[in-house]
């Protein structure tokens, strides 16, 4: 079977799998959206679909006023004695925890916090490594003689699984494969034969990013460099390659011993991706006691050969299809999310295709409120949303499309009216910067008798984006570049989906939002 790279498209960064027997899960860091932390399944590493979400209760996921690339950083996905453990940091809101389930498609336990020692630094990007009866918590962190910022290793204390405690001494096992290394993080370990392995990202999330590997024949060390490192990177094929960012790798074998490696990677165009990090996979063999990756070529293919028979029927939400009808049971897709935690009432499914929203004072920038907003990840750079909104009486409310990147970066396309006629304006928001890109006058106020909807639509190719209000050009060809990483800063990649907004929330009607349809071409 050929998997098609990514085999996780648009914002799936930080992945992490484990196998339990014939089934592989896999998690992703989501920040500060919600519901957090997807788990995936598949039984053949090429068809993925999402059985639920990790993280959806409040209690689970502590956001106050959390930015967007705030929240939720990279988790791990292991398997113990019949029980999946996800662990992450929630970096403004109690720092490292982890969470049970003995099914991964939920529900999931309360957080169990981690008790760092007085004075410790409990890092972020935390693992966990089982043997025998203890539970190992791997973390990375500043170095305690750290020469500079990003100066860190990876360490390792066992822990008291019960009560979140770290117990024991703790131990440094590796500051990374080069010198002056700057952040090393993402570990994970692993006992493979003889060998105890590390691997960890290294040099940061962007385009000098890579993974790197040592090992041991004891668990706490010392760990030999592997003089070949980086395991993987692509920062060495240059800033045209057609995939970059490479890291932030997790290692599984299959029932009969094959070897892949699941890491993050990015699609740019001309150093710019505003689908964010993605899932990438390769084969892994191993010579001398090292691992390598795809040997004889050595660098992540878009194409990649997979040795394991055919799964594509597990249940379960698609993780990419050409064209998404969204619907409506009694929950929300699972991969619908908001940003923040939903206030109560904030939507309500009216149907299978059908849902409303009550109209929020808040925008993306307000960090005191949740803005009304349910997203899907963008998955390809061309593409076309499209959603038609049903007749709203109010001169206070707009309703329309988002097209988000950060907190401060987004696209809108929304509908108001000033008690006679209505009028659709797109609008740039940049940094502060607000920018009116045009606007569409539709005429009277909706008859209300009639209820005639109107269908919003964007239309993206190529990182040029297009807004129509009943096929009626509103703005054409903007730059979307400003939605990325790249020139926003953050972590995340971009969501589009229904959003409205009010002056006044006492006199704002619910929102009607149906036929909400994505399509990649």
């Not at 992490?16 to 989501?30: A, E, I, M, P, Q």
Request: with cysteine; net charge negative; hydrophobic share 35%.
């Amino acid at each position: 079977m050929i998997a098609q790279n990514p085999i996780l498209r648009g914002f799936y960064p930080d992945p992490s799998v484990c196998r339990v027997g014939k089934d592989f899960y896999l998690v992703n860091s989501t920040f500060s959206y919600v519901p957090g932390v997807p788990v995936f399944h598949s039984r053949d590493l090429v068809n993925w679909v999402q059985i639920g979400n990790v993280l959806e209760r409040e209690s689970q996921l502590p956001l106050n006023k959390a930015e967007m690339s705030r929240g939720i950083f990279a988790p791990t996905i292991r398997h113990h004695n019949g029980v999946f453990y996800m662990i992450t940091t929630n970096v403004d809101d109690g720092g490292n925890f982890y969470v049970t389930a003995t099914d991964p498609a939920g529900p999931w336990s309360d957080p169990i916090w981690l008790k760092v020692p007085e004075g410790q630094d409990g890092g972020i990007d935390p693992s966990l490594f089982f043997e025998g009866d203890k539970c190992y918590y791997v973390g990375q962190r500043q170095k305690p003689d750290a020469k500079f910022y990003g100066d860190c290793e990876v360490w390792i204390q066992e822990l008291d699984l019960e009560n979140g405690e770290l117990i024991g001494e703790v131990t440094s096992l590796y500051s990374g494969s080069m010198k002056e290394c700057v952040w090393v993080e993402g570990p994970h370990l692993y006992h493979i034969g003889d060998y105890y392995y590390i691997t960890c990202a290294e040099m940061g999330t962007c385009f000098e990013h890579s993974i790197s590997v040592a090992r041991s024949k004891n668990l706490l060390g010392p760990y030999e460099n592997f003089k070949c490192n980086p395991l993987l990177t692509h920062r060495h094929l240059g800033k045209k390659s057609a995939i970059q960012n490479i890291g932030h790798g997790d290692l599984v074998d299959t029932e009969d011993g094959q070897w892949y490696l699941i890491m993050l990677g990015t699609r740019p165009i001309d150093g710019i991706t505003e689908l964010g990090r993605e899932t990438f996979i390769a084969e892994v063999i191993w010579e001398d006691g090292w691992p390598v990756v795809n040997p004889g070529i050595g660098q992540v293919q878009f194409e990649q050969e997979i040795n394991l028979p055919c799964a594509d029927n597990l249940s379960g939400e698609k993780c990419f299809e050409k064209e998404i009808h969204v619907r409506y049971t009694d929950t929300l897709d699972k991969r619908l999310m908001t940003f923040r935690h939903p206030t109560p009432g904030m939507y309500n499914i009216e149907s299978e295709n059908e849902i409303s929203l009550a109209p929020s004072t808040a925008t993306p920038d307000n960090r005191d409120k949740t803005s009304s907003y349910i997203g899907i990840r963008q998955q390809e750079y061309t593409f076309r949303v499209d959603i038609k909104v049903e007749p709203f009486d109010s001169s206070s409310a707009k309703a329309g499309l988002l097209y988000i990147h950060s907190d401060d970066n987004y696209l809108t396309l929304m509908i108001s009216n000033d008690g006679a006629k209505q009028v659709v304006t797109a609008t740039k928001h940049e940094k502060g910067a607000i920018t009116t890109l045009g606007e569409c006058n539709l005429g009277p106020v909706w008859n209300t008798d009639v209820k005639e909807s109107i269908t919003l639509s964007l239309i993206g190719n190529m990182r040029k984006a297009s807004l129509f209000a009943n096929d009626v050009l509103v703005a054409d060809e903007i730059d979307t570049a400003f939605l990325s990483s790249e020139l926003a800063g953050g972590f995340v990649g971009c969501t589009y989906g229904p959003y409205t907004t009010t002056s006044d929330e006492a006199d704002a009607p619910r929102i009607h939002f149906t036929d909400w349809v994505i399509t990649y071409p």
